[in-house]
């Protein structure tokens, strides 16, 4: 599975967008991105996952741009509980059931 | 529906024992794997059961092992036991339904004490 690049730590503002960037520039074209979260001490949870076309679901966006080498993960309207490590993954699922975890972003949420 | 139930969450245990850690999936969920999370080495992957098999396992000694059983519930073990294998350990489980669907769906982990 291609690796991916994210910034080790970013703050937002409580209310306002948080925007996670991560690259996958080496991504093949059957690969798709997933992101989940780590809230301190708990298991991670799943947020949302696509392969070209943008996807939105209750927790947020996923945007991948057309040449699929990045993409976005927008909490739209942050709150204190979003506060978390955040990891952008890149999985094919061909014939490899497991995902390989990063370091992630840690997203501070300010009051 | 009930998560993921991972027993006992708390363990405290001294070098050169064993230990074996459960986990409950999702009703309907057929696929479970194991995750081990250190301070230093973040989320690595363990092994992964379908159906009772076997079907991928990251780069861990044989010391560590798994089996899944035909309710799908697993169990992983770790024999002689170093003060390394301090950590959590994070089970996950999956619908599986095919490989492009592929959310898991973590449980809270037992955290394991090595004395």
């Known amino acids: 599975d291609a690796k991916t690049t994210q910034p080790p730590s970013m703050d937002c503002a409580e209310g306002r967008a948080a925007n996670l960037p991560c690259n996958h520039s080496t991504i093949s074209g059957n690969e798709y991105v997933y992101w989940y979260r780590q809230i301190h001490s708990q298991g991670p949870q799943y947020i949302i996952h696509g392969l070209k076309n943008n996807e939105t679901n209750e927790m947020a966006s996923l945007i991948i741009t057309e040449d699929r080498k990045s993409s976005t993960l927008i909490l739209p309207h942050a709150t204190l509980r979003d506060t978390a490590v955040y990891y952008c993954?890149?999985?094919?699922?061909?014939?490899?059931?497991?995902?390989?975890f990063g370091k992630g972003t840690k997203l501070s949420v300010i009051p | 529906k009930a998560g993921v139930t991972q027993t006992p969450r708390y363990l405290i245990k001294t070098r050169g024992q064993q230990v074996t850690l459960s986990c409950s999936p999702i009703?309907?969920?057929?696929?479970v794997s194991w995750y081990q999370q250190t301070p230093g080495q973040g989320l690595q992957f363990l092994f992964e059961y379908f159906s009772e098999t076997q079907r991928n396992k990251g780069n861990f000694p044989g010391r560590f092992s798994g089996r899944q059983f035909s309710n799908s519930r697993s169990e992983m073990n770790v024999s002689t036991l170093e003060l390394g294998d301090s950590a959590l350990y994070l089970c996950?489980?999956?619908?599986?339904?095919?490989?492009?669907?592929?959310?898991?769906?973590f449980g809270p982990g037992t955290r394991l004490t090595v004395t």
């Open positions: 009703s309907g969920h057929r696929s």
């Open positions: 993954i890149v999985y094919s699922g061909a014939g490899s059931y497991q995902l390989t």
């Open positions: 996950a489980s999956s619908r599986a339904r095919d490989s492009h669907s592929y959310e898991q769906y």
